[in-house]
T-cell receptor
Framework: GESVGLHLPTLSVQEGDNSIINCAYSNSASDYFIWYKQESGKGPQFIIDIRSNMDKRQGQRVTVLLNKTVKHLSLQIAATQPGDSAVYFCAETPLMNSGYSTLTFGKGTMLLVSP | DAGVTQSPTHLIKTRGQHVTLRCSPISGHKSVSWYQQVLGQGPQFIFQYYEKEERGRGNFPDRFSARQFPNYSSELNVNALLLGDSALYLC???????????????FGPGTRLLVL
């Protein structure tokens, strides 16, 4: 797997702003993508997912965009709140030949929201 | 509804010891996956189990083993602990879809292992 250091990319925003977190994935065979939110000391929390037959999916205050041409995902958070402060991971999964799938996580982006 | 639960929450061991971590999946979920998350990195896949059988294994040494029980709970065992095994160990459960669709995995809070 890819090695990363302790210094995560960080996005700092003001409360009420819209946030955009980007992710580049590597496996062109991946066709299911998930965004997770991880708060300090906790496990990753599912936010939203998207399959490769879509290019956009909306949830409550969140939107995921998928660009398969350039293998890029983005997570948009509307009206960002202090409670949104966390590390955000994108994860990709292809369907393995043996019929199971596993998640490959990106580097993570730390979102800091100032009141 | 209860989510994925893991025990213990924290654990301190010394090099060479053995450790067993436990996971209970979301009710109705039949598949359990284990991940290792080193500080500052994303989780790395270790194992996936479904119906008590190993479906997949990541790039981890044979010191790592796991099993799944008839009630779909699971244990992760690590022998001969090394300092580098210090990490957050995450369990995720999923309900396998049919028709080749991938499963959404839901994570537990993790077990924080410190090897001294």
């Amino acid at each position: 797997g890819e090695s990363v250091g302790l210094h995560l990319p960080t996005l700092s925003v003001q409360e009420g702003d819209n946030s955009i977190i980007n992710c580049a994935y590597s496996n062109s065979a991946s066709d299911y993508f998930i965004w997770y939110k991880q708060e300090s000391g906790k496990g990753p929390q599912f936010i939203i997912d998207i399959r490769s037959n879509m290019d956009k999916r909306q949830g409550q205050r969140v939107t995921v965009l998928l660009n398969k041409t350039v293998k890029h995902l983005s997570l948009q958070i509307a009206a960002t709140q202090p409670g949104d402060s966390a590390v955000y991971f994108c994860a990709e999964t292809p369907l393995m030949n043996s019929g199971y799938s596993t998640l490959t996580f990106g580097k993570g982006t730390m979102l800091l929201v100032s009141p | 509804d209860a989510g994925v639960t893991q025990s213990p929450t924290h654990l301190i061991k010394t090099r060479g010891q053995h450790v067993t971590l436990r996971c209970s999946p979301i009710s109705g979920h039949k598949s359990v996956s284990w991940y290792q998350q080193v500080l500052g990195q994303g989780p790395q896949f270790i194992f996936q189990y479904y119906e008590k059988e190993e479906r997949g294994r990541g790039n981890f040494p044979d010191r790592f083993s796991a099993r799944q029980f008839p009630n779909y709970s699971s244990e992760l065992n690590v022998n001969a602990l090394l300092l580098g095994d210090s990490a957050l160990y995450l369990c995720a459960s999923s309900f396998p879809f049919s028709g080749g669709l991938q499963e959404t995995q839901y994570f537990g809070p993790g077990t924080r292992l410190l090897v001294l």
